[in-house]
């Protein structure tokens, strides 16, 4: 063997090893992989934390929920939130509108982050997620997969969808008494968007998605072979 290839090879041993290892997200206990049942869980031997299970075609599903929930998306952001109306006098807001009028107001900085955090971050996820999982579905690989993987990942927390639609209702229940308000489809798809944005989330399991993309030929079967020879930890899950 060449001295060039050494590295090399020693860093895909390394790449073995860590891929054959899992933390637990609460007291950091790394734990070996081992089969796991379809529908099983494992979970920490310490603090018997969640560490991820084997979902039975979580990879149709999540992507068949990412596509809603996008179509959500645009339907939320197509539509008029709500329309308030006043001694006769009608207004419908949407929610793109609500962040201009921020800014209108001279309150920029405020619509500026509120369309980052309502708008342009969830629909990252959601595009992100479906840049990981059509690949994945159809055993194809394209390029840059780890960085949308770890952007995704840093970008979940700031995804507010929810807050603002719990802001948004508080809000109604306070001027109920003072208009006559309608509420518009973009509303009805902005609730069903936080749903599905939470479920699609939920679906895959993010330890066999970063194997898959990091394998050095990916591809659908790899993600399935880690989900028919599932991990668990080192006690009985």
Same mark, same amino acid.
């Given at each position: 063997?060449?001295?060039?290839? /050494?590295?090399?090879?020693?860093?895909? /041993?390394?790449?073995?090893? @860590?891929?054959?290892?899992?933390?637990?997200?609460?007291?950091?206990?790394?734990?070996e992989?081992?089969?796991? *049942?379809?529908g099983?869980?494992a979970?920490c031997?310490?603090?018997?934390?969640?560490l991820?299970? +084997?979902?039975?075609?979580?990879?149709?599903?999540?992507?068949?929920?990412?596509?809603?929930a996008?179509?959500?998306?645009?339907?939320?952001?197509?539509?008029?939130?709500?329309?308030?109306?006043v001694?006769? +006098?009608?207004?419908?807001?949407?929610?793109?509108?609500?962040?201009?009028?921020?800014?209108?107001?001279g309150?920029?900085?405020? *619509?500026?982050?509120?369309?980052?955090?309502?708008?342009?971050?969830?629909?990252?996820?959601?595009? *992100?997620?479906m840049?990981?999982?059509?690949?994945?579905?159809?055993?194809?690989?394209l390029?840059?997969?780890?960085?949308?993987?770890?952007?995704?990942?840093?970008?979940?927390?700031?995804?507010?969808?929810?807050?603002? @639609?719990?802001?948004?209702?508080?809000?109604?229940?306070?001027?109920?008494?003072?208009?006559?308000?309608?509420?518009g489809? #973009?509303?009805?798809?902005?609730?069903?968007?936080?749903?599905?944005?939470? @479920?699609? &989330?939920?679906?895959?399991?993010?330890?066999s998605?970063?194997?898959?993309?990091?394998?050095s030929?990916g591809g659908?079967? &790899?993600?399935? #072979?880690?989900?028919? +020879? *599932?991990?668990?930890d080192?006690?009985?899950?």
């Amino acid at each position: 063997m060449s001295d060039s290839s /050494q590295p090399a090879t020693a860093r895909r /041993q390394v790449d073995t090893l @860590l891929l054959s290892l899992v933390a637990c997200h609460e007291c950091d206990l790394l734990h070996e992989k081992r089969a796991l *049942g379809v529908g099983s869980v494992a979970r920490c031997v310490r603090c018997n934390a969640f560490l991820y299970s +084997n979902r039975q075609n979580s990879i149709d599903r999540a992507l068949a929920v990412s596509v809603a929930a996008l179509i959500m998306f645009v339907v939320a952001n197509s539509f008029p939130f709500l329309t308030i109306s006043v001694s006769g +006098n009608a207004q419908s807001i949407s929610i793109i509108s609500a962040v201009f009028a921020l800014s209108d107001e001279g309150m920029w900085v405020l *619509g500026i982050l509120c369309f980052c955090f309502i708008i342009l971050i969830p629909l990252l996820r959601l595009v *992100g997620l479906m840049y990981l999982l059509v690949p994945l579905r159809f055993d194809k690989r394209l390029p840059g997969l780890e960085l949308v993987f770890r952007g995704i990942v840093t970008l979940s927390p700031w995804s507010m969808m929810e807050i603002y @639609l719990l802001g948004a209702i508080v809000a109604l229940v306070k001027l109920a008494s003072m208009a006559n308000i309608v509420l518009g489809l #973009s509303f009805w798809a902005f609730a069903l968007l936080n749903i599905l944005a939470a @479920l699609a &989330a939920q679906m895959v399991d993010s330890h066999s998605l970063w194997e898959f993309i990091s394998h050095s030929r990916g591809g659908r079967l &790899a993600i399935l #072979s880690a989900d028919s +020879n *599932g991990p668990v930890d080192r006690g009985r899950s």
